[in-house]
C-alpha cells in the first residue's frame, strides 16, 4: 500500500511554534505557515490509531486545486504547494468557528432529526424530510472550532451575543460560505456528484478575511453519485457517497462513537486498503484527474526539503 506518515517531527530554522491537528502538522513562523497534510484520520473527532496510505496527498492535492478555483470567489491564504503533502501559506488568526453548510439532511443533521429535534444551531427544520432529502435550501450550521474533543453546535445567535466573532465579520463569513458552496456545487455537479455539506474555516491575515485550511475534501466534505440518487431516496435506500461516512458508520457497527469508555476497534489491513482506495476515487471523480501516486521511499526526507526550500 505504501508508506504512511502518522506524524512529524521537523525543527527548521526560524521556526517559532508547531501544533499537531487532527490530521496536519503545522509548522509557525514569523507571517507565514507549513502544514503537512499527514496521513492520520479522524473520526467522531478522535484521531485512529491508523494512518491511511496516500490519504494526505488526496487531501492537500483536492484543497489546492478548489482553493485556486475558487480564489476568485474568496481570497485565501495559500502561496505555494511544494510538494504533494505540503502547502505553505499566511499565518492568519483563525475564527474559533467552522462554517458548516447543508444541503441535505445527512450525517450529523439527519442523526439530530432522526432522534426528534426540529432545530439545528437555530434553525427550524421542517416535518416529513427523510434521511438524505434536499432542504429547501442550504443552511448554515455552525459549530465550535474546539482545540481538543468535540466541535460543538452553536447558532449564529449565539455566536453574536458571545462575542466569538462579530456582526460586521459574521456577515461576511456568510456570503463566503455560501458563495463557496454553490461553486463547490457547481463543480461538483460536472463530475455527476452532489455536494450534500461541508465545512469552511476562516482567519485573518492583516484585517483581510481569509479563508483558510482546506476546502472540498473527503474529510471536510460529503458527496453523493447524482446517478440513482432520486432512485434512491424513492425506494428508502441509503445514498452511494464518497466521503468519510462509511468510516463513521463502520466505526458505529464495531461499537464506536467517541464517547467515553469506548474503545477505538482494530481496523485491518483490509479495511485501512478499503479506506485508501476509497480516497483515491473520490480525488479521481471530483477532479476528473488521474491519480498518481506520491514515490512513499524518501516520503519523510522529501517533505522536509519541500519546506526547507520555500521557508
Same mark, same amino acid.
Given at each position: ?5 502518522k506524524e512529524t517531527k521537523?525543527?527548521?530554522p526560524g521556526q ?9 502538522d503545522?509548522?509557525?513562523? #514569523?507571517?507565514?505557515l507549513?502544514v503537512?497534510?499527514s496521513?492520520?484520520i ?5 484521531v485512529l490509531?491508523?494512518a @491511511?496510505p +496516500?490519504?494526505?496527498?488526496v487531501?492537500?492535492? @483536492? ?7 475558487t480564489?476568485d470567489l474568496v481570497p =485565501? $491564504? ?6 504533494p503533502?505540503?502547502?505553505i501559506g499566511?499565518?492568519?488568526e ?9 444541503g441535505?439532511l445527512a450525517?450529523h443533521a ?5 432522534a426528534?429535534?426540529?432545530? %439545528?444551531?437555530?434553525?427550524?427544520l421542517?416535518?416529513?424530510l427523510k434521511? =438524505?432529502d434536499?432542504?429547501p435550501h442550504?443552511i ?8 481538543e474533543g468535540?466541535d460543538e ?6 455566536? %453574536?451575543?458571545?462575542g ?7 456577515d461576511?463569513?456568510e456570503?463566503?460560505t +455560501?458563495?463557496?458552496f454553490?461553486?463547490?456545487s457547481?463543480?461538483a455537479?460536472?463530475?455527476g456528484? !452532489?455536494?450534500?455539506d ?6 485573518k491575515? #492583516? ?7 482546506e !476546502?472540498h475534501?473527503p474529510?471536510?466534505?460529503r ?11 424513492e425506494v428508502?435506500?441509503?445514498?452511494k457517497? %464518497?466521503s468519510?461516512e462509511?468510516v463513521r458508520? $463502520?466505526?458505529?457497527?464495531?461499537g464506536?462513537q467517541g464517547?467515553?469508555?469506548?474503545? !477505538?476497534?482494530?481496523?485491518?489491513? /483490509? ?5 485508501? #482506495?476509497?480516497?483515491? /476515487?473520490?480525488f /479521481?471523480?471530483i477532479?476528473?484527474e488521474?491519480?498518481?501516486k506520491?514515490?512513499t521511499?524518501?516520503? /519523510?526526507k522529501? @517533505?522536509e526539503?519541500? !519546506?526547507l526550500?520555500?521557508?
Amino acid at each position: 500500500m505504501g508508506t504512511a506518515i502518522k506524524e512529524t517531527k521537523f525543527e527548521f530554522p526560524g521556526q517559532q511554534g508547531f501544533y499537531k491537528g487532527k490530521v496536519r502538522d503545522v509548522y509557525i513562523f #514569523e507571517e507565514q505557515l507549513a502544514v503537512v497534510a499527514s496521513d492520520r484520520i479522524s473520526a467522531f473527532d478522535v484521531v485512529l490509531p491508523r494512518a @491511511i496510505p +496516500h490519504k494526505g496527498q488526496v487531501l492537500n492535492q @483536492i484543497a489546492a486545486k478548489f482553493l485556486k478555483a475558487t480564489s476568485d470567489l474568496v481570497p =485565501n $491564504w495559500v502561496t505555494a504547494v511544494p510538494h504533494p503533502q505540503v502547502t505553505i501559506g499566511k499565518k492568519c488568526e483563525p475564527f474559533k468557528v467552522e462554517m458548516v453548510i447543508r444541503g441535505y439532511l445527512a450525517g450529523h443533521a439527519a442523526r439530530v432529526y432522526k432522534a426528534g429535534h426540529r432545530v %439545528l444551531c437555530g434553525i427550524n427544520l421542517p416535518e416529513g424530510l427523510k434521511e =438524505n432529502d434536499k432542504l429547501p435550501h442550504a443552511i448554515i450550521t455552525p459549530t465550535t472550532k474546539a482545540a481538543e474533543g468535540h466541535d460543538e453546535d452553536i447558532s449564529k445567535e449565539e455566536i %453574536l451575543a458571545q462575542g466569538i466573532v462579530s456582526a460586521a465579520d459574521y456577515d461576511v463569513l456568510e456570503k463566503y460560505t +455560501h458563495a463557496l458552496f454553490e461553486r463547490g456545487s457547481q463543480m461538483a455537479r460536472e463530475k455527476g456528484l !452532489i455536494l450534500v455539506d461541508t465545512k469552511y474555516e476562516f482567519g485573518k491575515f #492583516e484585517d483581510q478575511i481569509l479563508l483558510i485550511d482546506e !476546502i472540498h475534501t473527503p474529510d471536510s466534505s460529503r458527496y453523493f453519485y447524482a446517478d440513482g440518487y432520486d432512485t434512491l431516496q424513492e425506494v428508502g435506500l441509503p445514498q452511494k457517497q %464518497l466521503s468519510k461516512e462509511f468510516v463513521r458508520q $463502520w466505526l458505529i457497527q464495531n461499537g464506536f462513537q467517541g464517547k467515553e469508555n469506548q474503545n !477505538i476497534p482494530d481496523m485491518p489491513d /483490509e479495511f485501512v486498503k478499503e479506506i485508501s #482506495e476509497r480516497y483515491i /476515487e473520490l480525488f /479521481e471523480k471530483i477532479t476528473g484527474e488521474n491519480f498518481r501516486k506520491t514515490n512513499t521511499e524518501n516520503l /519523510e526526507k522529501d @517533505i522536509e526539503t519541500a !519546506i526547507l526550500n520555500h521557508i
